[in-house]
């Protein structure tokens, strides 16, 4: 299901290199870490670039793809495992969110300027 919605990008005019782009396969990858487990979230990111690859190819030499799959996997991972921690609540589940954003915008940042910028250069 994450991978049918991630077809469904768009470009971030004005805000953005074009390659950048918005999807919202990270909120089914969430519910499904959040009904399934920290486990179940990184097999669903990887099945989703995977099939994602299948489907539209690439144009970034795989880098894009790896991109999606790293800063998604900082997303849901911390989430989930802050909501499976004691006791699941709303609560847990919204802390673990704003954990997963902050880890997503750290290792992202981190993630682009050491690993994935250097190697979208080189291709």
Do not use: W
Request: aromatic share 14%; net charge neutral; proline share 6%.
């Amino acid at each position: 299901m994450a991978a049918v919605v991630m077809l469904f990008e768009f470009p971030l005019p004005f805000l953005a290199p074009p390659f950048y782009q918005l999807d919202f396969s990270e909120v089914v990858a969430l519910i499904g870490t959040f009904a399934l487990g920290p486990g179940a979230g990184v097999l669903i990111e990887l099945i989703k670039n995977l099939l994602n690859l299948l489907l539209t190819g690439t144009e970034t030499g795989f880098v894009g793809e790896l991109a999606n799959f790293l800063i998604g996997c900082t997303y849901v991972l911390p989430a989930a495992l802050f909501y499976h921690g004691k006791k699941k609540s709303l609560r847990r589940a919204l802390i673990g969110m704003a954990c997963g954003t902050l880890s997503l915008a750290v290792c992202g940042a981190l993630f682009n300027y050491y690993i994935l910028i250097p190697f979208y250069s080189t291709q």
